[in-house]
Nanobody
Framework: QVQLVESGGGLVQTGGSLRLSCTAS????????MGWFRQGPGKEREFVAQ????????DYADSVKGRFTIARDKTKNTVYLQMNSLEPDDTAVYYC?????????????????WGQGTQVTVSS
């Protein structure tokens, strides 16, 4: 069973930055796509960003384009989410996810593995 472990969440002021990390437990893990999702208070879970393991193709939600950057380090089985210019609306639990076979999935239901989540709180 693949495990995904997120880290890097915390409390930051508006305009600040955080970097989230997600490491997969298996050295031979070779998912097709890794993604980040978030769920804010009283909100549905929403897509944030994703990156393909093979060629590094990326997709972003409109709400984070230009502020967030997703990247991967294949040697460390780790995906990062660099978050800049954070806003109170970015406050949420952020989840890392892995799709074993889908290249740039169109929805969360195509992701097979999920992390436990890390809290990001942006104060105004």
């Amino acid at each position: 069973q693949v495990q995904l472990v997120e880290s890097g969440g915390g409390l930051v002021q508006t305009g600040g930055s955080l970097r989230l990390s997600c490491t997969a437990s298996e050295r031979t893990f070779s998912s097709a796509t890794m993604g980040w999702f978030r769920q804010g208070p009283g909100k549905e879970r929403e897509f944030v960003a994703q990156i393909t393991w093979s060629d590094g193709a990326t997709d972003y939600a409109d709400s984070v384009k230009g502020r967030f950057t997703i990247a991967r380090d294949k040697t460390k089985n780790t995906v990062y989410l660099q978050m800049n210019s954070l806003e109170p609306d970015d406050t949420a639990v952020y989840y890392c996810a892995a799709s074993a076979s889908s290249y740039r999935p169109m929805g969360s239901n195509q992701y097979d593995y999920w992390g436990q989540g890390t809290q990001v709180t942006v104060s105004s």
